[in-house]
């Protein structure tokens, strides 16, 4: 046994009960039909004539049912004789390789295949103008400047490292996803306090020069479900999304305690956040801007999701974390997000634990709680998957003042393998 974990061995882990969340869950029972008609209503398919090529910027991760979406517009697309294809609009994720970025869409559903259409991936851009206050170059994926119209995807929600009336959704992927490498720099080099504003600020040259049409804009209730689908005319975006925005922030669910001791992440990714966790939902804000959720004092991550790919972005924003997640943590492909963000505590290693047990006793330890009997804890599987939690006993009082909250089973004690690794 290592002299850390002497110190830790005999500190105990509460009891827990399991617990359901019930979450508001209204949503859209035929996503595709929704997309239909919500096309058809809008009138944006007028824009689009025989021949032409469409480029579909898409590229969010952990986006519910957006390969869907995707698909269901590309045929309304192709029945009206048009030429789509798919490019991927994540601005330096994926190493900043289009090679990259391309297998990052593929894993996330977004196949040939599935699709019917190519996948046309660079990082060459062109600069289309420039912004009137600031002089920031504007650029646009280089497949989406050739072609005769660009269509943006993607989903509405605040953002994990930055706040303003414009945060995640469709002129953020045009200014940074559609930017690729160049312009994600552009809008981070400063930092994240005026991060919304620059976005705005170019989104507005970007909007009048580009050959951007329309928006699909989707929102997702609080189980991480299609809540609604938005079709936003280009010149319309600007005003409508910060609305889209103020809707999405209502479906959002947090963690639903008010003060914690200890929050545990079984896995973090980029399959599920751009930031690996959404601090919005754990209430620790690793840029500095940010308010909401539990005020907590410690945090564990257990480990990163193999659609992940070995980028570790978010385990910087825990306390601790265990030898298995770092043992997947590839400086190549997680360091060039952090270096064009400038997010690099994200990045940054906590304290590296030989597994889950000794994990959740390091944070309890250091929790600043006499009795470490009373810790408050509680045990999330991700950022998006709210709908069941471990709590400790010690939130029972707490669990049965919330409406929302349901006991299913318990309480009883964490289980370890002969590793000490949770089962």
């Known amino acids: 046994m290592k002299s850390y974990q002497r110190i830790i061995k005999d500190i105990p882990i509460p009891r827990v009960y399991k ?128 072609a005769d119209a660009t269509i943006i995807l993607n989903r509405i929600k605040a953002h994990t490292s930055f706040v303003g009336p414009i945060q995640s959704g469709l002129a953020k992927m045009a200014v940074i996803g559609l930017g690729k490498q ?113 005020n907590v004092t410690r945090i564990s991550i257990l480990d990163i999701t193999d659609n992940s790919g070995r980028n570790a972005n978010g385990i910087g924003i825990s306390d601790f974390t265990t030898q298995r997640a770092y043992d997947k943590f590839d400086f190549e492909e997680t360091y060039p997000n952090a270096l064009t963000s400038g997010g690099a505590v994200s990045v940054k290693l906590p304290m590296v634990l030989p597994n889950d047990k000794n994990c959740i006793q390091a944070a309890i330890k250091t929790s600043f709680i006499w009795d470490k009997t009373k810790v408050r804890l509680v045990r999330i599987k991700d950022t998006v998957t709210l709908g069941e939690m471990e709590v400790s006993e010690t939130l029972l009082d707490e669990i049965n ?7 299913i089973e318990g309480p009883y004690n964490l289980i370890f393998d002969k590793d000490d690794n949770l089962f």
């Open 19 to 146: 617990v359901k969340y019930n979450i508001p869950n209204e949503h859209l029972k035929d996503v595709e039909n929704e997309v239909v008609k919500q096309l058809q209503k809008s009138g944006v398919l007028n824009r689009v004539k025989k021949g032409m090529n469409i480029a579909i910027a898409v590229g969010s991760r952990g986006v519910a049912n957006q390969p869907l979406v995707c698909k269901t517009l590309i045929e309304q697309l192709k029945e009206l004789g048009a030429k789509p294809f798919v490019i991927p609009a994540m601005g330096s994720h994926a190493g900043a390789e289009a090679a990259g970025q391309k297998r990052m869409l593929e894993a996330l559903g977004f196949t040939e295949e599935y699709l019917g259409v190519p996948i046309k991936s660079s990082m060459e851009t062109t600069e289309i103008g420039r912004t009137e206050k600031n002089n920031y170059p504007v650029h646009v994926d280089v497949y989406a400047n050739n």
């Open 401 to 407: 003042a919330n409406p929302l909250l349901e006991i």
């Open 182 to 294: 160049k312009g994600a720099e552009i809008c981070h080099e400063l930092g994240f306090a005026t991060m919304s504003a620059r976005i705005v600020e170019i989104a507005h040259v970007l909007f009048k020069k580009s050959n951007i049409i329309f928006g699909i804009g989707l929102i997702e209730n609080g189980l991480h479900q299609t809540h609604s689908v938005h079709i936003v005319p280009v010149e319309k975006m600007e005003e409508e999304e910060p609305l889209l925005l103020e809707k999405a922030n209502k479906l959002l669910a947090r963690v639903p305690f008010k003060d914690l001791e200890v929050i545990v992440v079984d896995q973090i990714g980029k399959d599920i956040s751009g930031t690996g966790l959404d601090p919005n939902v754990v209430g620790r804000y690793h840029t500095g801007f940010g308010s909401g959720g539990p």
